[in-house]
């Protein structure tokens, strides 16, 4: 009994590591890897008359979404973590963002040398906790350049830190310094040897 009851927990969604759970993501994402998304572009911003909330807006060619960022769930250390993974090419984990009651998961995955996938999935919390996917889940999915990617990602967010972020209608947590740690991984010629320009 105790043997089969390890065996049902070695086997329940939970227990997925990355890989895998990219994989039963996977069999669901319909965009096709060869066709490349030229238009990304992701910004951040205070929504009007409204405390603790940042707007997180990325946009593709057909499709615009938009992330609603709570400081009662801080999603800004996890994001610094994000997008180094991203960098240094470990790709295989999410940036989980809590938005009170809805939950979203962003992945990002290669496709090859150059190219990565953003797949955006969205769900109650238990149900992307769980990792249980449906088609109807997934709200975004892209295939655009790394360069591209991650000048947006970095900019967007480095553009609303230095210019419109507004300390007394978010929390506490200290956005510059988040840019600071951001500034670290992408500073100019971050990526020289690939020939990766992050201000493309």
Same mark, same amino acid.
């Given at each position: 009994?105790?043997?089969?009851?390890?065996?049902?927990?070695?086997?329940?969604?939970?227990?997925?590591?990355?890989?895998?759970?990219?994989?039963?993501?996977?069999?669901?994402?319909?965009?096709?890897?060869?066709?490349?998304?030229?238009?990304?572009?992701?910004?951040?911003?205070?929504?009007?008359? @409204?405390?603790?909330?940042?707007?997180?807006?990325?946009?593709?060619?057909?499709?615009?979404?938009?992330?609603?960022?709570?400081?009662?769930?801080?999603?800004? @250390?996890?994001?610094?973590?994000?997008?180094?993974?991203?960098?240094?090419?470990?790709?295989? @984990? /999410?940036?989980?963002?809590?938005?009170?009651?809805?939950?979203?998961?962003?992945?990002?995955? /290669?496709?090859?040398?150059?190219?990565?996938?953003?797949?955006?999935?969205?769900?109650?919390?238990?149900?992307?906790?769980?990792?249980?996917?449906?088609?109807?889940?997934?709200?975004?999915?892209?295939?655009?350049?790394?360069?591209?990617?991650?000048?947006?990602?970095?900019?967007?967010?480095?553009?609303?830190?230095?210019?419109?972020?507004?300390?007394?209608?978010? @929390?506490?947590?200290?956005?510059?310094?988040?840019?600071?740690?951001?500034?670290?991984?992408?500073?100019?010629?971050?990526?020289?040897?690939?020939?990766?320009?992050?201000?493309?």
């Amino acid at each position: 009994m105790k043997n089969q009851q390890q065996k049902l927990k070695k086997l329940t969604p939970r227990t997925l590591n990355s890989e895998k759970e990219y994989r039963r993501l996977k069999k669901l994402l319909t965009h096709k890897t060869d066709c490349i998304d030229i238009e990304l572009n992701v910004s951040f911003s205070h929504p009007e008359k @409204s405390f603790g909330w940042i707007d997180l807006q990325i946009k593709t060619e057909t499709k615009t979404v938009i992330i609603k960022c709570s400081y009662a769930f801080e999603p800004f @250390s996890s994001f610094i973590w994000w997008m180094e993974g991203i960098r240094w090419d470990r790709l295989q @984990s /999410p940036w989980d963002i809590e938005e009170e009651g809805r939950y979203k998961k962003l992945f990002v995955y /290669p496709v090859d040398d150059i190219h990565l996938r953003l797949a955006i999935v969205a769900d109650n919390h238990y149900a992307l906790k769980h990792c249980i996917y449906k088609k109807e889940h997934i709200i975004l999915d892209t295939v655009v350049r790394k360069e591209k990617l991650l000048a947006q990602f970095y900019l967007g967010f480095k553009n609303f830190v230095n210019n419109k972020f507004r300390q007394e209608l978010w @929390s506490n947590d200290n956005l510059y310094d988040k840019l600071k740690q951001l500034d670290r991984t992408f500073d100019c010629n971050w990526d020289m040897r690939k020939g990766i320009d992050p201000y493309a």
